[in-house]
């Protein structure tokens, strides 16, 4: 059962809470049995499973508790607190430094993504405005320095490998020696894996490790082996001091609940998850984060998070034109661009509230982004007058030409021209209406939502379902579950999560 199906039955068990007519201790019971059973099936470790029920039941007394208490909410919210320990990798204090060398050394089996993940740590550091690059040290898997080089000059990242030396401990330090005098400010080491844990793999790792010394090591394992992480990460852990763990191939395997729940009884701390094959398919680890997203109630400080990353409110002359309610073509082609520097598409939507693990499916997302490019393919045909001007599509109704003319640089069809002008007006239209809200603008320009009123919350929620697809709509839940993001928006606008917890979504 991959961690979808995981998380749509702890869900469901939960909701089961709502349609109960009286909550008495069989419809307290049946809940936790149904949450337990499915992290079993998922290949959580038994004893984990059971000190979880105990947990949970410790902490409801059905029987005895006062009246006007809200025993749905109190019981989920006591499963939602255990599910997070269950996961809780830690405490990690590590953190790179800007504007010194961060020398940083996978660990690993062979077969578990580590070179691959390698790339993906150093183009998530590059994101983030660090100077990154990657040494290959791995003399052991023919092929090793190819696949590194094919994924280091795809990302642009630099890389150092020596295909002579057969000594990796040589190689990585002539790798680091060389990057440290460039003024490189994450230095990734690549170290060779093997079949099975062996005598020989320890001692290699640990001659890199000597002859580097690292800040900090990272031990890469494989999500599919399940609970046999424990042993293997209490292996590695023995030679070589691991800071971290990154678990790979997350996305689609029936074991990832026992990988999880192994890596936290080791007290590992779990930082970083791959959660597919592309280069950005990989995720900081956020216990809590986690959680609400297995359970579809979205991750919206991390969509903050990527959203505060691309500096939207630097560009004054936008916020400015989108207080006034002004919104022309170029500024919805700025806006796609913003969308595909945030990562995949499925990733984002799975961090809004309301969107389950599985709602974006590869061809879906495959789709989605290609109808986007397909929409900028359309835009960069189009002149400046066309991409600048406040009256929109009036120009092109106007004269009709300009949309054969568009359509024809495109190689695509008029009707396909007509339809990004359709959608940029349904944009148009939403952002005319929020600059006639009051209170949404704060003093800077920036979108402020914590000020609006409920009045002006519903308008604004109106005016979003209007502007959205009617299958996205109702996958949220309707207007209810808009409303419900918005809430939550709001109060993590405010820095907070409301009183009595997390705000879950099916309450």
Same mark, same amino acid.
């Given at each position: 059962? !991959?961690?979808?199906?995981?998380?749509?039955?702890?869900?469901?068990?939960?909701?089961?809470? @709502?349609?109960?007519?009286?909550?008495?201790?069989?419809?307290?019971?049946?809940?936790?049995?149904?949450?337990?059973?499915?992290?079993?099936?998922?290949?959580? +470790?038994? *004893?984990l499973v059971q000190q979880l029920r105990t947990n949970v039941k410790a902490q409801i007394d059905i029987e005895n508790m006062a009246s006007g208490l809200n025993k749905r909410r109190m019981i989920?919210?006591?499963?939602? $607190?255990?599910?997070? #320990?269950?996961?809780?990798?830690?405490?990690?204090?590590?953190?790179?430094? *800007?504007?010194?060398? %961060?020398?940083?050394?996978?660990?690993?089996?062979?077969?578990?993504?580590?070179?691959?993940?390698?790339?993906?740590?150093?183009?998530?550091?590059?994101?983030?405005?660090? &100077?990154?690059?990657?040494?290959?040290?791995?003399?052991?898997?023919?092929?090793?320095?190819?696949?590194? #080089?094919? @994924?280091?000059?795809?990302?642009?990242?630099?890389?150092?490998?020596?295909?002579?030396?057969?000594?990796?401990?040589?190689?990585?330090?002539?790798?680091?020696? &060389?990057?440290?005098?460039?003024?490189?400010?994450?230095?990734?080491?690549?170290?060779?894996?093997?079949?099975?844990?062996?005598?020989?793999?320890?001692?290699?790792?640990?001659?890199?490790?000597?002859?580097? @010394?690292?800040?900090?090591?990272?031990?890469?394992?494989?999500?599919?082996?399940?609970?046999?992480?424990?042993?293997?990460?209490?292996?590695?852990? $023995?030679?070589?001091?691991?800071?971290?763990?990154?678990?790979?191939?997350?996305?689609?395997?029936?074991?990832?609940?026992?990988?999880?729940?192994? !890596?936290?009884?080791?007290?590992?701390?779990?930082?970083?998850? /791959?959660?597919?094959?592309?280069?950005?398919?990989?995720?900081?680890?956020?216990?809590?984060?986690?959680?609400?997203?297995?359970?579809?109630?979205?991750?919206?400080?991390?969509?903050?998070?990527? !959203?505060?990353?691309?500096?939207?409110?630097?560009?004054?002359?936008?916020?400015?034109?989108?207080?006034?309610?002004?919104?022309?073509?170029?500024?919805?082609?700025?806006?796609?661009? %913003?969308?595909?520097?945030?990562?995949?598409?499925?990733?984002?939507? +799975?961090?809004?509230? /309301?969107?389950?693990?599985?709602f974006m499916n590869k061809s879906t997302e495959q789709e989605s982004m290609a109808r986007l490019k397909k929409m900028m393919t359309i835009m960069d045909s189009m002149n400046d007058q066309e991409l600048d001007s406040l009256e929109g599509a009036k120009i092109f109704s106007r004269q009709p030409g300009r949309v054969a003319r568009v359509a024809k640089g495109a190689g695509?069809?008029?009707?396909?021209?007509?339809?990004?002008?359709?959608?940029?007006?349904?944009?148009?239209?939403?952002?005319?209406?929020? /600059?006639?809200?009051?209170?949404?603008?704060?003093?800077?320009?920036?979108?402020?939502?914590?000020?609006? @009123?409920?009045?002006?919350?519903? $308008?604004?929620?109106?005016?979003?379902?209007?502007?959205?697809?009617?299958?996205?709509?109702?996958?949220?839940?309707?207007?209810?579950?808009?409303?419900?993001?918005?809430?939550?928006?709001?109060?993590?606008?405010?820095?907070?999560?409301?009183?009595? /917890?997390?705000?879950?979504?099916?309450?």
């Open positions: 059962m !991959v961690l979808a199906e995981l998380g749509r039955k702890i869900t469901g068990a939960l909701k089961s809470l @709502n349609s109960a007519t009286v909550i008495d201790e069989k419809a307290f019971q049946d809940t936790l049995n149904a949450v337990c059973r499915a992290l079993l099936e998922s290949d959580v +470790n038994v *004893k989920q919210a006591a499963v939602f $607190k255990e599910l997070v #320990k269950l996961v809780d990798p830690g405490d990690y204090s590590w953190t790179p430094t *800007k504007g010194k060398p %961060n020398i940083i050394m996978f660990v690993g089996l062979q077969g578990s993504g580590k070179t691959t993940t390698c790339t993906k740590l150093a183009y998530f550091y590059q994101r983030k405005g660090f &100077r990154t690059c990657l040494v290959c040290a791995d003399t052991f898997r023919a092929g090793a320095f190819d696949q590194l #080089k094919q @994924n280091a000059t795809k990302a642009r990242i630099p890389f150092y490998g020596n295909q002579v030396e057969t000594d990796p401990a040589v190689i990585a330090k002539e790798g680091v020696d &060389r990057f440290k005098e460039e003024n490189f400010e994450i230095i990734i080491v690549d170290t060779s894996g093997r079949h099975k844990q062996q005598e020989s793999l320890f001692e290699e790792m640990l001659q890199v490790n000597n002859a580097v @010394n690292p800040d900090q090591v990272i031990f890469v394992m494989d999500a599919s082996i399940g609970q046999a992480c424990e042993a293997q990460a209490a292996a590695f852990k $023995k030679h070589v001091n691991i800071g971290s763990v990154i678990i790979t191939k997350l996305d689609g395997h029936a074991k990832g609940g026992g990988a999880l729940s192994a !890596v936290a009884a080791t007290k590992s701390p779990i930082v970083f998850i /791959g959660t597919g094959e592309h280069i950005d398919d990989l995720e900081p680890f956020k216990t809590q984060a986690f959680i609400q997203k297995l359970l579809g109630m979205g991750d919206l400080n991390s969509l903050f998070e990527k !959203v505060t990353e691309l500096k939207l409110d630097d560009n004054e002359e936008l916020m400015q034109k989108l207080h006034k309610g002004q919104f022309t073509l170029r500024d919805m082609y700025e806006q796609f661009q %913003n969308i595909m520097k945030m990562g995949p598409f499925g990733q984002i939507m +799975n961090m809004i509230p /309301g969107f389950s693990q599985d695509v069809s008029n009707r396909d021209v007509q339809e990004l002008l359709t959608q940029y007006g349904k944009f148009a239209q939403m952002v005319r209406k929020m /600059g006639g809200i009051k209170g949404l603008f704060g003093k800077n320009g920036d979108i402020n939502p914590k000020n609006l @009123n409920q009045g002006q919350m519903n $308008k604004l929620n109106t005016e979003m379902a209007r502007m959205m697809d009617p299958r996205v709509l109702q996958k949220m839940g309707g207007m209810g579950g808009l409303q419900n993001m918005m809430k939550q928006f709001s109060q993590s606008q405010k820095g907070g999560q409301g009183p009595g /917890g997390p705000n879950f979504g099916f309450m």
